[in-house]
């Protein structure tokens, strides 16, 4: 007979001592075969993003098309996948996420094929377009399946290796797409990219589950009971879909940070993933394999300096949206010394600049869905990240279209080139584009955890 105060509870002591350590060693290790394998699909959603920069002037020529053309057949790209970020994030609370993301791909994978084999600029269009529907719920999927096989202490690395995969996606998009399509032509790439991407389809089918549970194994929330010897926290009361696309509309600094979301990713995806190719290309002579090698560098930047922004916001800044000011401040600054010296400048220098850019445009991105994440309840993370990711990529949509549409009012020159008077409005476009942004940055919410506390805190007082 038990003693008060010394109360046993059969279940919780029962399912430690029926866990062992080759059920843990199972979770533990097969977590990683299916992050590997979803990392590999979220590769080819940046390379993707990014590959049609360095084969830009090849399929105007061998499409017989111009640079509006060129530019609405990216942008069809991210409309697609903008509008089927909300769409993707439902069917994979519903169907499932292992079966949105192989049937996705599958998708992907044809208009992989569709593009390589296109006989017109018009069949190109549909193939990009097919591409973006496939690759549009890598993200979500991928994130809502580690949150299942990780635990919630993991997801900050897990968001680092994602971000660095990102980065390895550009690298193959703009410096390995470069020497390849110089090789063997931008069609056999593309053609390949379908291929191997109707592969992994197979390989995410049958490797990955979107949970431990489908496996008989012991859930992420049992291995960290287990370890800890505690039981996990009460999880917090569920909010609908329909409850939680409201907290976020009704949410007004939802919108400052929406349209620099917007602005940002419509800077980047425009700039650095399409027309900076043809930029250097026209205005300083670059080879292909040169613009890839420079290219190549926001890559490496995304890699190395991602990571480093969170230490940026929590340790140095100790703010989100001081952070965030400073990087739009360097962002502005750059294009207005861009729109001052469009030309001239030395080769050696144009990969600092695309260092510089990538990390004041492309990184900040990590605080700033830190920012849209701290800004909600916990219970409705996917649906404000799903709504907050859709305005990324309808700016790199936006911002496509409208750059194509500057330089193709200059008109080319005798050797296909764009003038650099054309070049010079799309970076005064851009430096505008920026300085809107800096505005929208002084109007955020501050996330940051101390300050936030603080000011409620502050808050509370001056009502008592």
């Known amino acids: 007979m038990l003693t008060a105060g010394k109360k046993k509870m059969p279940s919780f002591s029962t399912k430690r001592e029926n866990m062992n350590n080759e059920h843990m060693n199972r979770v533990l290790s097969f977590r990683w075969a299916i992050f590997a394998a979803l990392g590999a699909a979220y590769i080819l959603v940046f390379f993707n993003q990014m590959s049609v920069a360095v084969v830009a002037k090849d399929i105007m020529k061998d499409l017989?098309?111009?640079a509006t053309?060129?530019?609405?057949?990216?942008?069809?790209?991210?409309?697609?996948y903008a509008a089927m970020q909300i769409p993707a994030g439902l069917l994979c609370d519903s169907v499932g996420s292992r079966k949105t993301v192989s049937f996705?791909?599958?998708?992907?994978?044809?208009?992989?094929l569709l593009f390589g084999f296109a006989p017109t600029i018009q069949v190109a269009m549909i193939g990009r377009g097919l591409v973006g529907l496939g690759v549009s719920a890598v993200f979500i999927a991928t994130m809502k399946i580690a949150a299942e096989w990780f635990a919630v202490r993991e997801f900050a690395k897990m968001q680092?290796?994602?971000?660095?995969?990102?980065?390895?996606?550009?690298?193959l998009g703009t410096f390995g797409l470069g020497w390849l399509a110089k090789a063997f032509g931008w069609r056999i790439v593309f053609q390949v990219i379908g291929v191997s991407t109707g592969l992994l389809v197979f390989v995410i089918w049958f490797l990955v589950r979107n949970s431990p549970k489908e496996k008989g194994w012991p859930s992420i929330a049992?291995?960290?009971?287990?370890?800890?010897?505690?039981?996990?926290?009460?999880?917090?009361e569920p909010i609908s879909l329909g409850q939680g696309v409201k907290m976020v509309l009704k949410e007004p600094r939802f919108y400052p940070l929406a349209l620099w979301f917007f602005c940002n990713a419509g800077t980047f995806f425009a700039f650095g993933g399409l027309w900076a190719g043809p930029y250097f290309m026209d205005v300083y002579g670059l080879s292909k394999p040169q613009v890839g090698t420079i290219l190549s560098m926001i890559a490496w930047t995304m890699i190395v300096v991602s990571p480093f922004m969170a230490t940026l916001s929590n340790n140095i800044f100790?703010?989100?949206?001081?952070?965030?000011?400073?990087?739009?401040?360097?962002l502005s600054i750059l294009f207005m010394f861009l729109r001052m010296y469009p030309s001239g400048l030395p080769v050696q220098a144009l990969s600092f600049i695309i260092i510089f850019f990538t990390a004041v445009s492309a990184c900040t991105m990590v605080v700033a869905f830190t920012t849209l994440k701290e800004l909600y309840p916990i219970q409705i993370a996917g649906t404000s990240v799903a709504i907050g990711n859709f305005f990324p990529f309808f700016g790199g949509a936006i911002y496509m279209g409208i750059l194509g549409k500057i330089l193709d009012g200059f008109g080319r020159n005798s050797d296909g080139a764009y003038p650099?008077?054309?070049?010079?409005?799309?970076?005064?476009?851009?430096?505008?584009?920026?300085i809107l942004q800096l505005i929208c940055s002084f109007f955020l919410k501050e996330t940051f955890p101390e300050k936030a506390f603080e000011k409620a805190k502050m808050v509370k007082k001056t009502q008592n």
Do not use: H, W
């Open 420 to 434: 650099v008077d054309g070049y010079t409005m799309v970076l005064t476009f851009l430096t505008m584009s920026s």
């Open 104 to 112: 996705s791909l599958g998708i992907a994978a044809f208009g992989a």
């Open 64 to 66: 017989d098309s111009n």
């Open 69 to 80: 053309m060129i530019g609405v057949m990216a942008s069809i790209y991210f409309y697609v």
């Open 222 to 236: 049992e291995i960290e009971n287990f370890r800890t010897g505690q039981k996990p926290p009460q999880s917090p």
């Open 318 to 330: 100790k703010s989100r949206k001081n952070n965030m000011i400073f990087c739009t401040a360097c």
């Open 160 to 171: 680092g290796i994602i971000t660095s995969l990102g980065g390895v996606g550009v690298l």
